[in-house]
């Protein structure tokens, strides 16, 4: 891991770029070296053997994960060498070219393979640069948060938290951008949208100003968040801008770590933060790994971006980050062009030679999406946007970055292309399997000789680069259950890549009851192909002439596909959740003060509504719901003494272990401040979750589990047909 002292891995971004080159030009040399099939035995057993006691010493830096990294891509080149060369059918246009598609798509893996070990290699954590303490020296912050159709409770939560932000007196403000009570939409034609969104319009702009924020509306809803934003920057003139999203939550600490690195740098146009989500997302909900396993993003946020800060390619995520007016205002503002004008925005700037920064601490808490309909809508957008870039903006062809830059833009829009490569290896077997059409000539042997390595190659290079922050076969459960959706949402922007409209992300639903996703559908026609190439696949094994080589191959690639779509199923069955505002776990002895009589409680959890307490065992307290009850915020980690008063909602389990479920009781504005701040306020907070949850230990275990669990819920899901269908 690189050390906290040595100078910004940028400068050396050059060297890294060209040595790169030239190492990966050295190992296809060495890889392409034609073997016999007795060497190539050895060679590959020792190559995973090798890799096998990589795995167990865990090579976090230096010599060792470099040895690894070149290793891993030596066997994945000779794999790939050896498909293109040996394996590819050639004996009609028909195979041909559906041998090519799967050669392509596992092309386009072996492509991020050298991406990701190249940007990944030896990842640069930034020295802590603090903002300043007097006012004089602190550059001015406007703190923007857009929105468009986001409840009000949630918003108050985020501009509370805004306005609490700790940064010197009298040098940010806050702004809350509505595109949801626009002059359009209040003069709309249908009376009753017009009138709803004139309530909104007055509702928000009578909470900014109790609140003591500043509210912005526009004519029209023109360009979406971006248009939404460039519109305030009309009417704020802060130094610095921090981007909020709605349900954002910022810690206090948020100016305090990011602002001095404008301070030092006037060349720096951003400085991005992690996205952290209190709640789970529909996987990790439906599947119950919130609490044990890394969200999807903390791959990204944990590792990727670090390595593309490395490279001066960190880009700008939308939200959660601080950027300079000036440089913005020098491209007319927030660019527009694609629907992720948010990483548009940051090619632009990076192309002018002005540099991002990256600080891997959490410091927002937000919401991810709560349905799986929600995470489509978000995972389609995201994807329809990186392609648009990818056709429009090219950054292999844009002028000004580096190829170091080039490479980290590549990257980032290369990813997004995984929905159309995963619907190929889905469908690619088939050919063969149902129709009897040659998408792969070898044998098993062969396979075992190249593809072993390759395999055993690329699940080392995911622990070795992502073990704390990503499970074996998470990966590819949250691949398969986007593939089908955002496949034709890229399809879309093939045809056409300026047809995509922006579409907002739902947040903050509430699922009062168990129901499967209508999104499920080509989940079940998916499944029932992939069933039918299984049995058929099952039958050539028995009396194909080609001989059980080629579809023993075939077959096991189909099988890992059809356990990955029932293991969906499980994602697809949407389990309850009540609360818009998650309960977050948080242990710690609290004094309740039940109205002159007090007893030492065991804290379990906080939200921004409420809390729950266990009582002692044996205490002869005996509250009922309605009684009301006091503590002190020192008791929940506040600096400072301030009374909270509690009103008991629930009373539940036994006599040895009574659990109480609170609600607050608000009867003025510092009260809502405290709480605010109790909940939100410490970004140590969510970076304790984040770590404990970030092992790789056990990780044998752990992929058991999430396969037991998936097919348990997918289970679940079937029962749940059954029943709607009797009834």
């Not at 006012?135 to 501009?159: F, M, R």
């Not at 044990?292 to 490279?311: A, T």
């Not at 008991?648 to 009781?665: D, I, N, P, Q, W």
């Amino acid at each position: 891991m690189a050390g906290h002292k040595r100078k910004p891995a940028s400068e050396f971004a050059g060297f890294r770029t060209a040595s790169g080159i030239l190492v990966l030009l050295g190992v296809a040399m060495i890889a392409a070296t034609p073997t016999t099939d007795g060497v190539q035995v050895k060679l590959a057993a020792v190559t995973v053997a090798v890799l096998m006691v990589m795995a167990w010493l865990k090579p976090m830096g230096g010599p060792f994960r470099l040895f690894t990294l070149l290793l891993i891509v030596f066997t994945s080149t000779r794999y790939m060498i050896w498909r293109g060369v040996e394996t590819i059918p050639h004996d009609s246009p028909v195979t041909l070219i559906g041998g090519l598609m799967l050669f392509g798509a596992e092309g386009y893996g072996y492509v991020l393979l050298l991406l990701s070990a190249f940007l990944s290699v030896d990842i640069f954590r930034r020295r802590p640069k603090p903002a300043p303490l007097s006012p004089e020296k602190s550059p001015s912050v406007d703190i923007l948060v857009p929105s468009y159709n986001e409840d009000e409770d949630l918003l108050e939560v985020t501009i509370t938290a805004a306005l609490n932000v700790s940064y010197a007196p009298g040098k940010a403000k806050v702004y809350l951008l509505d595109d949801g009570g626009t002059v359009a939409k209040r003069n709309q034609a249908d009376p009753a949208k017009a009138a709803e969104a004139l309530e909104r319009h007055e509702r928000l702009r009578a909470l900014c100003d109790r609140l003591g924020a500043t509210y912005l509306t526009r004519e029209k809803n023109e360009h979406a968040k971006a248009g939404n934003i460039n519109s305030a920057l009309q009417h704020t003139d802060g130094d610095l801008i921090l981007i909020l999203d709605a349900d954002h939550v910022p810690s206090a600490d948020i100016l305090w770590r990011t602002v001095g690195y404008f301070v030092d740098d006037p060349k720096l146009f951003l400085v991005q933060t992690p996205h952290f989500f209190l709640n789970p997302d529909p996987l990790e909900r439906n599947l119950g790994t919130f609490r044990k396993m890394p969200s999807e993003n903390e791959m990204f946020y944990s590792v990727i971006q670090l390595g593309l800060d490395s490279v001066n390619a960190s880009f700008f995520c939308g939200s959660a980050a601080v950027l300079r007016r000036e440089h913005i205002m020098e491209i007319g503002g927030i660019s527009g062009d694609t629907i992720t004008e948010d990483a548009e925005t940051a090619l632009e700037l990076h192309s002018r030679g002005y540099r991002s920064a990256y600080v891997a601490r959490p410091m927002v808490a937000g919401l991810a999406p709560e349905t799986f309909s929600g995470f489509i809508v978000q995972r389609m957008r995201w994807a329809q946007g990186m392609v648009q870039i990818f056709l429009l903006k090219n950054p292999l062809v844009k002028k000004g970055l580096s190829l170091a830059q080039r490479i980290g833009y590549l990257n980032s829009c290369f990813y997004w292309f995984f929905p159309l490569a995963r619907m190929i290896f889905i469908l690619g077997p088939l050919l063969y399997l149902l129709f009897g059409v040659r998408v792969y000539v070898g044998d098993f042997d062969d396979f075992l000789m190249y593809g072993a390595p390759h395999i055993v190659g690329s699940l080392m290079l995911s622990a070795t680069l992502y073990g704390r922050t990503r499970w074996a076969i998470a990966s590819e459960l949250y691949e398969i259950i986007q593939t089908i959706h955002c496949s034709g949402a890229i399809l879309q922007v093939l045809k056409n890549p300026r047809a995509p409209e922006f579409a907002v992300t739902p947040k903050g639903e509430s699922l009062e009851s168990e129901f499967v996703s209508p999104l499920a559908k080509p989940f079940y026609w998916l499944i029932g192909i992939v069933f039918l190439g299984e049995c058929a696949g099952l039958i050539r094994l028995l009396v194909d002439p080609i001989g059980p080589g080629v579809v023993g191959v075939l077959l096991l690639w189909n099988s890992f596909h059809f356990f990955l779509l029932i293991a969906a199923l499980g994602v697809l069955y949407e389990r309850p959740q009540r609360r818009i505002f998650p309960r977050f776990e948080r242990e710690g002895a609290v004094h309740l003060d039940f109205i002159g009589k007090g007893v030492t409680a065991r804290l379990t959890d906080i939200s921004i509504t409420g809390l729950g307490c266990v009582l002692p065992a044996g205490s002869d307290c005996n509250p009922e719901p309605g009684d009301r009850v006091r503590l002190d915020a020192v008791d929940l980690g506040m600096a400072h003494s301030q009374q909270i008063d509690l009103r008991v909602e629930k009373v539940f389990g036994t006599s040895e272990a009574r659990r109480l479920g609170f609600s607050y009781v608000i009867e003025d504005p510092l009260q809502w401040q405290t709480i605010v701040a109790l909940v939100y306020a410490r970004s140590q907070n969510w970076k304790t979750f984040q770590e404990e949850r970030a092992t790789s230990e056990g990780m044998v275990l752990k992929v058991i589990f999430l396969m037991r669990d998936s097919l348990h819920h997918a289970m679940a899901h079937i029962r749940y047909l059954r029943r709607e269908r009797n009834t």
